[in-house]
């Protein structure tokens, strides 16, 4: 009997950064058990739980550790594995994924991490299932890892990288067996984690900055649309009791087939049928856009649509690769969006090469232009592999780089502190370090004011024809100025941006391995998603005082247009607002049932498409919120990132699920006089 405990492990000593059921390594299982001879004399165990895995080295004694290797858990996996050789110095240990350097560096990588017997360079269902079949005939270890292996790198014992021939792609995905229909992914429905589909694999696109740019990755690999619809009947039957976990789907360009309108069709039947799923995330294509509109569609609109351009500079455009819809074409995409009222969200990266403080700020007024409903601002990452990461591109460009934490990934196992970390980029010979600075501070404040909580700005700014670019801009000169009620935590985000930031990684670990530094990562002090923080922060510790400053910057910014009869409905639509989405008092577990009379039906103009001032009426509402309902997404929240963090799971929330946060909102019934 061959034991192999296999694991794509999750730190969660501060919640869980993925709450997705491991379906990479389940992959791997399915294909392995299937073409090995007597897959009864192999035991499979799955792991997500480090300290788990952990005990089982020790109790149920396995013969191989076979561990995913992603940015967010490459040295946890690496601590399991040595304490498995020390445990077994004979045990095979295999690692497997995308966070693996390019040629140049592979060596020394796998040098550096020396009890990986055996490094799967590429997609793991074949290699992996060839190496057991060959450790299953009898082959020792040390004669394996000095050998070539097909798909796989070794350390041979003289020191030397061995490297096996490449396997070609599985592009008739149905020869990987579903993990789902053959009950490998049962243990994983217990609400506690969101289960996720993968429809096809592959990526045409080059952008550099992407490990899925890799020229043996173009090609599109597919399941059949037969597999799908099974696996997502089986899924939507075992997540009826937990009707608000979300849908992942994996492509990296959901609706770039048009088969993709019949799964959406099939998702939205289950819906109707199960209850679930009533959430998605997905990643959308690049281009396809109507088609991406119809399926927003189909799913009710409960889809997030991602227009993408990363940047909207030329010259950037050319050195990373990328190819970008003509502008013309995307700001007709954002209209249809808004005349249909879908969520439209869109990605900036910075600082990119050739990007300038201007090109960026640039690129915020196109996508404000098109409609865009969130503009979610990365830091430049240095993904291990690609291209922008190379020598030549750092050399080229001067590119500053930094090492930082990855947002809450870290934890003490086996009494060792372990901490995840990622280089990025923080300045470019075109964009210094404090104008970085000065793009992050204004991509929170856009992430925050375009934020799905303030659909009623944009509202008001449409109406009054205000342009949303220049709103922000004078909002944002306002916070920074430190004249608002949210420039202290402004002021917050900018030095903890700052502070993130170390030399090297060796600094990072001696400064949090510190017990008082390390107490502060457990508080949830340091080491979150400075975006997603402080933006929660304001939204829930300043909830009136934003909507509050929102609203004046709206009078100050359009002053000649806004007369007394204007101001009168603002003012209104102000405490309608404020009474009906206190998230600070959502979150104290206290919603407030009030009553208000205002000069405007704004419930009405809500819901219609008249301006403000044509619903001039003396109303009055009862305000009530569903606190059974708010209750229940909390706790379902709660559940899926592993934590009773209400300050994190609710960043999550307002993040991950946008769709769920108008169950956060109150109710309006109006009142007789």
């Known amino acids: 009997m061959l034991k192999i405990a296999m694991g794509d492990l999750k730190h969660k000593t501060a919640g869980v950064h993925s709450s997705f059921m491991p379906l990479g390594i389940s992959y791997i299982a399915s294909y392995l058990l299937t073409n090995v001879p007597n897959p009864d004399n192999i035991k499979l165990r799955f792991y997500v739980d480090a300290n788990a895995i ?190 608000n976990t979300v849908l992942i ?80 074409k995307y700001l007709a995409f954002g209209c249809k969006i808004r005349k249909l009222g879908m969520p439209f969200i869109s990605e900036l990266i910075v600082p990119l090469p050739k990007e300038t403080k201007s090109s960026f700020f640039e690129g915020i007024k196109i996508f404000l232009d098109a409609g865009v409903d969130q503009i979610v601002p990365y830091t430049t990452m240095m993904l291990k592999g690609t291209p922008l990461a190379s020598k030549e591109s750092r050399k080229k460009y001067k590119m500053k780089t930094k090492y930082r934490l990855i947002p809450r990934q870290f934890g003490a196992y086996a009494g060792q502190k372990c901490f995840e970390t990622e280089e990025v980029c923080i300045g470019t010979d075109t964009m210094p370090f404090e104008e970085y600075l000065e793009c992050r501070g204004f991509g929170l404040i856009s992430a925050l004011l375009f934020h799905y909580q303030f659909d009623v700005i944009r509202r008001h700014l449409k109406e009054l024809d205000i342009n949303a670019y220049d709103y922000l801009i004078p909002l944002w000169e306002m916070v920074k100025s430190g004249n608002t009620k949210i420039s202290e935590i402004y002021n917050e985000y900018i030095q903890e941006t700052k502070n993130e930031l170390w030399d090297s990684k060796k600094e990072l670990c001696e400064y949090f391995s510190k017990p008082e530094n390390y107490e502060k990562l457990l508080s949830g002090e340091l080491g979150d998603n400075l975006i997603r923080k402080y933006k929660t922060k304001i939204i829930i510790e300043k909830s009136a005082k934003i909507f509050e400053l929102a609203y004046d910057v709206i009078v100050k910014v359009g002053a000649t247009k806004i007369t007394e009869e204007i101001k009168s409905s603002l003012n209104s639509a102000k405490q309608w607002v404020i009474a009906g989405r206190d998230i600070n008092a959502v979150t104290r577990g206290k919603p407030t049932n009030v009553n208000i009379t205002l000069n405007h039906d704004v419930s009405a103009w809500y819901k219609n498409t008249e301006p403000l001032t044509s619903f001039a009426k003396l109303t009055h509402y009862e305000i009530f919120y569903d606190k059974k309902k708010i209750d229940e997404i909390i706790q379902n929240g709660k559940n899926l990132y592993d934590s009773n963090d209400l300050f994190f799971v609710m960043g999550k929330i307002l993040t991950e699920n946008a769709a769920s946060l108008n169950s956060f909102w109150a109710e309006y019934r109006k009142s007789p006089t």
């Open 249 to 328: 789907i994996y492509d990296t360009n959901f609706g770039v087939f048009s088969r993709d309108e019949e799964i959406a069709r099939h998702i939205s039947n289950l819906r109707d049928k199960f209850g679930w799923p009533n959430a998605f995330i997905a990643t959308t294509s690049k281009n396809n856009y109507e088609r991406i509109l119809r399926i927003s569609s189909i799913l009710q609109n409960r889809m997030l649509i991602t227009g993408s351009l990363q940047s909207t500079n030329l010259e950037t455009l050319k050195v990373i690769k990328r190819q970008n819809i003509s502008l013309e």
């Open 54 to 243: 952990l005990e089982d080295i020790k109790l149920w004694k396995p013969d191989m550790i076979a561990l995913s290797n992603y940015c967010w858990n490459t040295e946890l996996s690496n601590l399991i594995f040595n304490y498995a050789k020390k445990i077994n110095p004979n045990i095979f240990c295999v690692s497997g994924g995308p966070e693996f350097p390019d040629e140049e560096e592979r060596k020394n990588y796998l040098l550096d991490r020396k009890k990986i017997d055996f490094y799967i360079y590429q997609e793991g269902e074949i290699a992996f299932t060839e190496l057991i079949k060959k450790i299953i005939a009898g082959a020792k270890l040390l004669d394996l890892k000095n050998s070539t292996q097909k798909g796989i790198m070794s350390i041979g014992t003289a020191g030397n990288l061995i490297i096996g021939e490449p396997i070609p792609r599985i592009m008739d995905m149905d020869q990987i067996p579903s993990p789902y229909l053959n009950g490998i992914m049962d243990r994983w429905f217990d609400g506690h984690y969101a289960p996720s589909i993968l429809t096809n694999k592959g990526c045409p696109f080059t952008c550099t900055f992407c490990k899925a740019s890799n020229s043996w990755y173009s090609s599109m690999a597919k399941f059949s649309i037969e597999r799908i619809k099974k696996e997502l009947n089986y899924i939507a039957q075992k997540m009826q009791p937990y009707p």
